[in-house]
C-alpha cells in the first residue's frame, strides 16, 4: 500500500509538472502516464484484483470451517418423561441455555475442490495477462496519437508556408496589376488561391487541436490544456520486417495467444471440477457443545463425526453444467484458431505498410529541395515577366503537396515501426524507453 502512495503521488507530481505552461511533454513521460494510469488500465487492475479474490474464495473451501453458536431456549411445558399410570419424572429444564463450537474439513471429494481452485488460478493469470495486454494497447494508441500530433504540427507549418507564398504571390500580383503588367483576372485568382490556402490553414489548425484533446483524454487532463510534445524524443528502432520472423516472435509473445490459453486451462479445469461433483464427498465434523440441564450426567460433550454424500440425482443439472462448460471450451478452441490467423494477418499488414512508407519517404524526401527550387526559379521568371502568374501558382501548390507528402511519408514510418513492433508483441514502453534518446 506505502509504494503505490509513493507511486501515485509521483505520477501526480508528474502530471502537473507536464502541465505546466512551457513544458514539452516527451514520448516516455506520455507513456509512463498511460501505462500506470489510463483509465483501460486501472480497469483491468481492478478485474486482475477480483480473480485474485476468486482464487482465495475457492481455495477456502479446502480449509477447515470453525464457527461458535449459543442459544437459549424457553418450553411453554417442561419435558417430562411417561413410566406409566401416574408415573412420570422431568428430563430437562423448561428454559435452557446452549453454547459451543464446531469444526467441519473437507476429506476428499475427487478433486472438485482441487479443480475448482485451479480453474480460478488460470482465470488469475488469464487477468494478469490482460492487465499486460491492455497496457501494451493503450501504450500503441498513445504512441500512435504522439506521433499523429508532430505530423499534424508539420503539416500545418506546410500550409503556414503556402498560405505565405500565396500572400506575397498576391501581393506581386497587385504591384504588377498597379503597372498595368497583367490583368485583374490574375489578381482574382490570386485571391481566389490565397482565400483557400487560409481555409486548408484553419482545418490544419482544427486537427491539430482534435489531436491535442486526444493527447489530454488519454494522459487524463483537462481537454483545454495546452500541449507541448518534444519530436526528439522518439528513438530510432528498426523492427525486424521479415514477415516469418515476426510471425514467428509474434506467436512466443502474443498476450493475446498466452491470455486465451489460460482461460482454455481455466474451462478444461472447471469442466473437471463440474463432473468430480457426482462423486462422493467424504468430510469430517466436530467440536463442542454445553446444554444446561441438571437432569442429565454430562451437561457437556465433544463429538466426532466421519460422514459422506453423494449426489444421486439432480435433474439432469451436472450433465447440463458440463455440457455447457464444453460448448464453452470448443468455442475458447475456435477462438484461439481465429486469433492466430488475425495476428498473422496483422503482423503481414504492419510489415507491408511499415516497407510502403519507407518506399514513399526515399521518393518523396528527394523532390523537396527540387520543389522549392522550382518555386524560386518561377517566381524569378514571374518578376521578369517570362512566366504566367498560373505557373507561379501552380509551384506553390506543387511545393505543399511535395512537403505534405513528404512528412506524411516521415511520419507512417514511425508508425509503421510502432505498428510492427506491436504486432510482434513487444512491450513498446519498454522498447521507446531502452532507446531513449540522450
Request: hydrophobic content about 40%.
Amino acid at each position: 500500500m506505502y509504494r503505490q502512495i509513493v507511486a501515485f503521488l509521483l505520477v501526480v507530481l508528474v502530471a502537473g509538472w507536464m502541465a505546466s505552461p512551457g513544458h514539452a511533454l516527451t514520448l516516455q513521460e506520455g507513456l509512463a502516464i498511460i501505462a500506470s494510469e489510463g483509465w483501460e488500465v486501472k480497469i483491468a487492475e481492478m478485474r486482475e484484483e477480483a480473480a485474485e479474490q476468486t482464487v482465495s474464495l475457492s481455495r477456502s473451501k479446502l480449509l477447515p470451517e470453525v464457527g461458535i453458536y449459543a442459544d437459549h431456549t424457553w418450553l411453554a411445558y417442561q419435558p417430562e418423561a411417561n413410566f406409566g399410570i401416574g408415573a412420570q419424572a422431568p428430563i430437562a429444564d423448561k428454559a435452557s441455555l446452549s453454547y459451543g463450537f464446531f469444526v467441519r474439513q473437507l476429506i476428499y471429494d475427487f478433486g472438485k475442490t482441487g479443480s475448482s481452485v485451479d480453474a480460478a488460478r488460470f482465470s488469475a493469470r488469464s487477468k494478469s495477462l490482460n492487465t499486460s495486454l491492455v497496457k501494451n494497447m493503450v501504450v500503441r494508441d498513445f504512441l500512435l496519437n504522439f506521433i499523429t500530433l508532430l505530423e499534424s504540427e508539420r503539416l500545418l507549418d506546410v500550409v503556414k508556408e503556402e498560405v505565405k507564398q500565396f500572400d506575397a504571390h498576391l501581393a506581386d500580383t497587385r504591384e504588377m496589376y498597379s503597372q498595368g503588367l497583367v490583368t485583374m483576372s490574375d489578381v482574382l485568382q490570386a485571391e481566389v488561391l490565397d482565400s483557400d490556402a487560409r481555409q486548408r490553414r484553419v482545418s490544419a489548425r482544427n486537427n491539430r487541436a482534435l489531436l491535442a484533446a486526444r493527447i489530454n483524454t488519454l494522459l487524463l487532463r483537462p481537454l483545454s490544456s495546452e500541449v507541448k510534445i518534444e519530436e526528439g524524443t522518439i528513438p530510432e528502432i528498426v523492427p525486424d520486417t521479415d514477415v516469418d520472423s515476426a510471425w514467428r516472435s509474434a506467436e512466443s509473445s502474443r498476450k493475446e495467444l498466452k491470455e486465451i490459453r489460460f482461460r482454455i486451462e481455466a474451462e478444461e479445469a472447471r469442466i473437471r471440477s463440474f463432473r468430480a461433483g457426482s462423486y462422493p464427498r467424504i468430510y469430517l465434523n466436530g467440536g463442542y457443545g454445553y446444554t444446561e440441564n441438571q437432569y442429565m450426567v454430562h451437561e457437556e460433550n465433544w463429538n466426532l463425526t466421519a460422514g459422506l454424500t453423494m449426489n444421486i440425482y439432480s435433474g439432469g443439472g451436472t450433465r447440463a453444467t458440463v455440457g455447457r462448460a464444453s460448448a464453452e471450451l470448443n468455442s475458447l478452441l475456435l477462438e484461439e484458431a481465429q486469433m492466430r490467423d488475425s495476428i498473422r494477418l496483422e503482423v503481414e499488414n504492419a510489415v507491408l505498410l511499415m516497407q510502403s512508407a519507407q518506399e514513399r519517404f526515399e521518393v518523396t524526401r528527394k523532390g523537396v529541395d527540387q520543389a522549392r527550387e522550382n518555386l524560386r526559379l518561377q517566381k524569378l521568371r514571374y518578376e521578369e515577366g517570362e512566366a504566367a502568374a498560373t505557373e507561379v501558382q501552380d509551384a506553390v501548390t506543387l511545393m505543399a503537396q511535395v512537403e505534405q507528402n513528404y512528412w506524411m511519408a516521415l511520419y507512417g514510418v514511425q508508425k509503421g515501426k510502432a505498428l510492427v513492433l506491436y504486432s510482434q508483441g513487444k512491450d513498446l514502453e519498454e522498447e521507446y524507453s531502452r532507446h531513449k534518446k540522450r
